[in-house]
């Protein structure tokens, strides 16, 4: 059990687990068109910006407490508080976030790989046509698509840390690369591909608003899979040998280019695959631009590679992107096994049976909540709307939470922790650390501006989300 805890085999493959945990559907997607429709090439620069002057520090604080403690979220802040009863509700919070992510993540999935099927046997016209995803998101057949796709990562967590995570990263990641990359040959070398090439890179400051600030950065934190406990655990899985700043580093180069190189391939296909576009027709919400969007502009394909041709670049595509899915999903439900194994001293199997066995149950419910069952579909309102039972756990952890999380860690690490102790703990590994100005920067930045920063969005986000005020005009 718990008692000598598994480690990954090498520091590529923490790299590329936490790399697959980072890049995901809001790479592949969300980041292009925000991007695109946002300030282009500006944009690109305060990411950036955010990326590494604010994130980076949070992520290296997250790996850092990991490590220290062998520990995933729970035990990590009970520990380092010596016990205390409010650090450890900071803890659980830090365990149920992901946990409840994991289930809107995993309705998306459960989507994408119906997708994959529903092209794969012909019917990408059906998908890009205006009745497809109304109908699609209703049909029972999901069902057997969730048992797929609870079967593959299940399966994936169940070979453990080194045999499951990190050989599923070592296989998916490199095959994302390669196929983002292919993507990006053929779609640039089509005619028009350079208007949206235009389109994702000229910069307009115009456009940076207060509010693109702040989605800047919130897309920035969710990205990097910040104040979901995922880091955390994954860096209780590394040696003393490995130099986490540096590794950090790695991860979120990986992450942002990752998220620039998919702007190369999106905007471009939907220039190019279809002149005709409007760009303000593209959503804002990487689900619609997903699933209704881009089936339209795939099926656009078929004047000139015909109809198997432009099924079969969908088919990849869509491919690509459950890929993507798969390495976040598999990260974010390791950190419940975690608990549970460290915590509850339950077998990883028996974990993960609970954990597929209520996760499943949710994500059915979930799924359920775009028309199929009433009770859920019309769950609760606020701030004026119906939510459906979806909504309500996006917009409470996904969008609120996690800002929230993000603020204690900050917190805990910087005075409850302690800031030499972060020092020493990230200079193991890493010689020349101490005295260096990223401790500097590390130390300051996590014990001021970041937490302020996080904790104005987590209140602007419930003043907006949950009762429809405006607090900072953003
Ligand atoms: N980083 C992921 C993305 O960009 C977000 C995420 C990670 C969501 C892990 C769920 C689990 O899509």
């Known amino acids: 059990m718990s008692a000598s805890r598994e480690h990954f085999s090498s520091r590529i493959g923490f790299i590329l687990a936490a790399a697959g945990s980072a890049v995901g559907i809001g790479n592949l997607v969300g980041f292009p068109v925000n991007a695109a429709k946002n300030g282009g090439g500006a944009f690109l620069l305060m990411y950036a910006l955010f990326v590494f002057l604010i994130c980076l520090p949070v992520m290296i604080a997250e790996m850092a407490v990991g490590r220290n403690t062998a520990k995933e979220p729970v035990g990590a802040f009970k520990t380092l508080s010596k016990g205390s009863k409010l650090w450890g509700a900071a803890g659980f919070l830090g365990v149920l976030t992901p946990f409840m992510i994991a289930v809107f993540y995993m309705v998306i999935t459960v989507w994408i790989f119906g ?3 529903l092209t794969v046997t012909g019917h990408l016209d059906y998908l890009a046509s205006d009745v497809g995803f109304g109908e699609f998101i209703n049909s029972p057949y999901l069902y057997i698509a969730l048992i797929a796709v609870a079967g593959i990562v299940s399966f994936i967590l169940a070979a ?3 045999d499951g995570i990190e050989k599923a990263a070592k296989i998916l990641m490199p095959a994302l690369l390669t196929m983002l990359i292919l993507m990006v040959v053929f779609v640039l070398s089509l005619d028009n591909a350079m208007a949206g090439v235009t389109f994702f890179l000229v910069p307009d400051i115009n456009k940076i608003t207060p509010s693109v600030v702040n989605g800047a950065l919130s897309q920035a934190f969710f990205s990097l899979s910040l104040g979901m406990g995922i880091l955390l655990t994954y860096g209780s899985y590394i040696n003393k040998q490995t130099n986490i700043p540096n590794s950090a580093k790695l991860v979120a180069i990986t992450d942002t280019s990752v998220a620039f190189i998919a702007g190369l391939m999106i905007l471009p296909a939907v220039f190019s695959f279809n002149p005709e576009v409007n760009p303000s027709e593209l959503s804002d919400s990487s689900v619609s631009l997903i699933f209704t969007f881009l089936p339209k502009i795939f099926l656009a394909l078929q004047t000139s590679l015909g109809y198997v041709g432009a099924s079969a670049v969908a088919a990849f ?3 690509l992107v459950f890929f993507a899915a798969i390495t976040s999903l598999v990260s974010i439900i390791e950190v419940p096994v975690s608990y549970l194994v460290t915590e509850k001293k339950h077998s990883r199997k028996k974990a993960l049976g609970y954990l597929t066995l209520t996760a499943g149950v949710l994500t ?6 775009f028309g199929m069952v009433p009770f859920f579909t019309e769950f609760t309102s606020y701030a004026g709307g119906t939510k459906s039972l979806f909504d309500v756990i996006y917009d409470v952890f996904y969008d609120t939470i996690l800002p929230l999380n993000g603020f204690l860690l900050c917190i805990f690490v910087s005075y409850r922790w302690k800031k030499k102790q972060l020092s020493e703990e990230l200079s193991i590994g890493n010689e020349n650390y101490k005295g260096s100005w990223v401790e500097k920067y590390i130390n300051f930045s996590l014990g001021t501006f970041i937490p302020v920063i996080v904790l ?8 907006t989300k949950f009762f429809a005020a405006n607090l900072f005009g953003f």
Do not use: E, H, P
């Open 115 to 117: 997708y994959i099927a």
């Open 160 to 162: 453990g840390v080194k």
């Open 317 to 319: 595509f869509f491919l």
């Open 364 to 369: 059915l419910f979930a799924t359920a909540s």
């Open 456 to 463: 104005l969005i987590f209140i602007n986000t419930v003043a």
